[in-house]
Each structure stands twice: as C-alpha cells, then as structure tokens.
Nanobody, 112 residues
C-alpha cells in the first residue's frame, strides 16, 4: 500500500503563494489534490495523470498548478493569488481516491 505524506502548508496573506508537496512511498498513477474546509465536504481541486494531463476545479482554475515528478514519486500544487476561501486542510490521494491512502494533510490558512 502506497503511503502519501503532504507538506508545505502554512499561514499566508491573501494574494500570497504556497507550494504543497506530496511524497509517495512507491509508484503512483493518476493523482489529485483535495481539500476540506471546516464544515464542508472534501473536494477535489486538481488532478494529474501519470502522463501529465491536468484538470482543475473552477474555483482554482488559473491560480493553482498541479505537477509531478515521476522519478521522485512526488506531486506538487503551486497555489498563487490565494484567497481566504482557500483555507482548508489539503490532502493528496489517487484519483479516484482510495480510503486507505488518506494522510494527515497539510493546513493552509489564508488570512491577513
């Protein structure tokens, strides 16, 4: 079972940027970044195939960029022009998500 470890979250002011990383313990296929804000369901915000095809939720399109390094089994999420509504715990997982692969996530807080 591949284990996933997210990192890179933190506190950032509105308009700022952060880059999240997801390190996998083994080879991975299609991957995604998900987020869960307080009181809201977890949602998929960006996905990427092993070949590099990407898709984004409308709420982040044009601001977030997902990428991957297959040699390092790592997936990234570059987040620009952050908004307070981007505040959430961010997780990576396969697409579709595997229940057993959810990690601890990394907290992103956008606040002045």
């Amino acid at each position: 079972q591949v284990q996933l470890v997210e990192s890179g979250g933190g506190l950032v002011q509105p308009g700022g940027s952060l880059t999240l990383s997801c390190a996998a313990s083994g080879g991975i296929g299609a991957m995604g970044w998900y987020r869960q804000a307080p009181g809201k369901p977890r949602e998929l915000v960006a996905g990427i195939t092993r070949g590099g095809n990407t898709n984004y939720a409308d709420s982040v399109k044009g601001r977030f960029t997902i990428s991957r390094d297959n040699a390092k089994n790592t997936v990234y999420l570059q987040m620009n022009s952050l908004k307070p509504e981007d505040t959430a715990v961010y997780y990576c997982n396969t697409v579709p998500a595997r229940h057993s692969s959810w990690g601890q996530g990394t907290q992103v807080t956008v606040s002045s």
